[in-house]
C-alpha cells in the first residue's frame, strides 16, 4: 500500500509525510536534493540556451530515478508514504518546461511517450489515496522564503505563481486515484505536532474502507529517498 503526499513547493510535504509515517507505523520515502543530477548545474547556471539544452537531459534525469526509487520501494513490500509522486514530475515539472518553450514538440513528444510507457509498470500502480496539500500562492511564498534554502533565494515570485497554478491545474483533472485535500492553513505541525490526529483521522477514513486494517500497521521500518522532479 502506498500513500502519496502532493503538493506546491513549500506546502509541508515532508514534514506531513514524516508525522503520518510516524502515527500509523509506515515506512516513508522522502524526496531529497538530487546532487548526483549532472544536468542541474548547467541547466540553472547557463541562462536560457543552457536551460533549452539541457531541459530534456535533467527531465529524463528526474524521471529514471524517480522510477527506479519506485520500483525499490514496491520491491521491500509493506506500506509506504510517499514525499511527492511520478506524477507530478511529468504533469507539473516536465510539462512547466515545454509550456515555457524549454522543451521543444518533439522532445515533449519522446518524454511523453516514455512517461505513458512507464506508467504501465508494476512500479507506477496508482497509489491507494493521495493526499494533496494546498493554499492560495500569498500563503506558500512567504512559507518558501521562511525555510531559507539558498536556491529558492532567487526564484522570482512569477515563477512560483507559474508552478501554483500549474499544480491545481494538474489536480483538477487528476483521477488515478482518490484524492484527499488538505489546505495547509489548517494545522501547523511544526508548533503543535498533536494537529497530526484530526489529519490521521481523514486519512483513516480513506483508506480503511478499501484495505484491512492490519495494513496500516506494518511491521518494521525503512526508510528510502525518492528523487526530486
Known amino acids: 500500500m502506498v500513500i502519496g503526499i502532493a503538493g506546491m513547493v513549500g506546502s509541508g510535504k515532508s514534514t506531513l509525510t514524516r508525522a503520518l509515517a510516524a502515527r500509523f507505523g509506515l515506512q516513508?520515502?522522502?524526496?531529497?536534493?538530487?546532487?548526483?543530477?549532472?544536468?542541474?548545474?548547467?541547466?540553472?547556471?547557463?541562462?536560457?540556451?543552457?536551460?533549452?539544452?539541457?531541459?530534456?537531459?535533467?527531465?529524463l534525469h528526474f524521471l529514471a530515478t524517480r522510477f527506479e526509487s519506485m520500483r525499490r520501494i514496491r520491491g521491500a513490500g509493506g506500506s509506504w508514504i510517499l514525499d511527492r509522486t511520478w506524477y507530478e514530475d511529468a504533469e507539473v515539472f516536465a510539462r512547466g518546461h515545454f509550456d515555457d518553450g524549454l522543451l521543444s514538440s518533439a522532445e515533449w513528444a519522446l518524454y511523453r511517450r516514455l512517461y505513458v510507457e512507464l506508467l504501465h509498470s508494476p512500479a507506477?500502480?496508482?497509489?491507494?489515496?493521495?493526499?494533496?496539500?494546498?493554499?492560495p500562492l500569498d500563503?506558500?511564498?512567504?512559507?518558501?522564503?521562511?525555510?531559507?534554502?539558498?536556491?529558492?533565494?532567487?526564484?522570482?515570485?512569477?515563477?512560483w505563481a507559474s508552478l501554483h497554478a500549474r499544480y491545481e491545474r494538474w489536480i483538477a483533472g487528476f483521477h488515478a486515484?482518490?484524492?484527499?485535500?488538505?489546505?495547509?492553513?489548517?494545522?501547523d505541525l511544526v508548533s503543535d505536532p498533536m494537529a497530526i490526529e484530526p489529519i490521521a483521522d481523514r486519512v483513516?477514513?480513506?483508506?480503511?474502507?478499501?484495505?484491512?486494517?492490519?495494513?496500516?500497521?506494518p511491521i518494521g521500518h525503512a526508510n528510502l529517498v525518492a528523487?526530486?522532479?
Open 204 to 217: 483513516r477514513a480513506r483508506v480503511e474502507p478499501v484495505l484491512p486494517q492490519a495494513d496500516l500497521f
Open 139 to 159: 500563503t506558500i511564498v512567504p512559507r518558501i522564503r521562511r525555510r531559507g534554502r539558498a536556491k529558492e533565494a532567487d526564484t522570482p515570485d512569477a515563477y
Open 28 to 59: 516513508h520515502a522522502l524526496e531529497s536534493v538530487d546532487d548526483e543530477n549532472p544536468w542541474l548545474e548547467p541547466f540553472y547556471d547557463g541562462g536560457l540556451d543552457a536551460m533549452r539544452t539541457h531541459a530534456l537531459r535533467l527531465q
Open 177 to 187: 486515484c482518490p484524492v484527499l485535500r488538505m489546505d495547509v492553513r489548517d494545522y
Open 124 to 135: 507506477a500502480r496508482p497509489p491507494k489515496l493521495l493526499v494533496y496539500l494546498h493554499a
Open 227 to 229: 528523487e526530486p522532479g
